[in-house]
């Protein structure tokens, strides 16, 4: 079905000739008029995954933003829709149609459109599915301009050393493409342990890191910030593995007296051949064959040791149908050491990377008792190979 057909053109006009903050609205607005709907309301993830918040309407007043509705995501229609990537569709009491359709770009979930409409057909659910994934774009962009998209996650308040973490990771927890899904997460500790992750896909290679500076709250976060960044501005200068280890180890060791460790890998698109530098970092695990193994390779020291530090490059390949899991230590360590990784990740090997993320990380949220001693963060890799011979979902978002 053409996007002319179902209005795509005109909510998109419309978006982008309306300010920011009243983006979504124009969807809703377009929405009503065109299918008679009712109660048409964006929901956002909150930023740790365990609630949906609802956008209050454009020009509410200030202090109603503190009072938007929130509702617990685990086990609620939301949360089905986040997980199947199907919309849903239920009979009101009144003979009408509740419409709930994933808000998702290139695999990351934004959030949720819900709608009340007199009838459904295919021709209403195909339109209110293409909407959700034009609104995906819409907030997508918007969210540059306002800071109202980024107070729609925020469902606690943010310490300084969370606001400085928060805002050293991609805007997008999960990026799908033909070779490739990666998702990623971090739960954070009660003290804010310096976890992060990043990654970038060029022309030919996707680039993966995660790093965990050492100490807490914003000593912590204010070293990130120089690995960080050390790695960004290096690899953005088409620096390879090796220049981006040495240029964190020598940012930290002018700049800093603190140490970083970190894992640095870049995967060719083209053949699924990686080169990894390892500083002092936990070793990755890779399912393959519906067999879990932890990768046992060679440890360099971490960034910014106040001695001569020689980063090697390691080699391995990835096999159409691979699964590549890096970690940080808060996922095995202290009380999270009960938590099985590799049982995890054998029992979740059908599900799409943001679910194994979110079993990984609920499994360590609930060893620790939700009071995490140290930030646990995880990337999940997908590999399908270039030919995409090997992807495990038939449609980008299934889990069947």
Known sequence: MRGEGLGLDEILSAAEDAAPVESVDVVARNLKERF???????????????????????????????????IRLPESRYDQVLRTQCLLE?????????????????????GVLEMVVPHADDTVRDSV????????????????????????RRTTTMSLAAEIQHQLLPTATCCEA???????????????????????????????????????????????????????????????????????????????????????????LETGACQLVNAGHPWPLRLRDDRVEEMSLRVNLPFGVPAPAAYEVQEFGLHPGDR?????????????SVVDLPAVLHDTSAEHPREVVRALTDAVRHACGDSLTDDATTMVLDWYGSSRSGRRHADAGSNT
């Open 36 to 70: 008679g709907a009712s109660d048409v309301s964006f929901l956002f993830v909150d930023v740790v995954g365990q609630e949906v918040v609802r956008l209050p309407r454009a020009g509410a007043a200030a202090e109603s933003l503190g009072q938007a509705q929130r």
């Open 90 to 110: 239920e009979a009101e009491a009144d003979g009408a149609c509740r419409l709930v359709a994933p808000v998702t770009n290139r695999g990351d979930c934004v």
């Open 129 to 152: 599915a293409q909407a959700a994934h034009a609104l995906a774009y819409i907030v997508v962009t918007d969210r540059r301009f306002t800071d109202l998209y980024h107070w729609g």
């Open 178 to 268: 033909a070779q490739f899904t990666l998702a990623c997460g971090l739960v954070p500790a009660d003290d804010i342990g310096g976890d992060t992750y990043d990654y970038s896909v060029d022309q030919g290679s996707l680039h993966l890191s995660i790093t965990d500076a050492m100490g807490h709250d914003t000593a912590s976060a204010l070293l990130a910030t120089l690995a960080v960044n050390a790695l960004r501005k290096c690899r953005r200068a088409q620096g390879g593995v090796l220049e981006q280890a040495d240029a964190a180890h020598r940012a930290l060791c002018e700049h800093s007296r603190g140490l970083t460790t970190g894992q640095l890998v870049r995967v060719s």
């Open 324 to 336: 590549l899991v890096l970690i940080t230590d808060g996922m095995h360590e202290r009380e999270a």
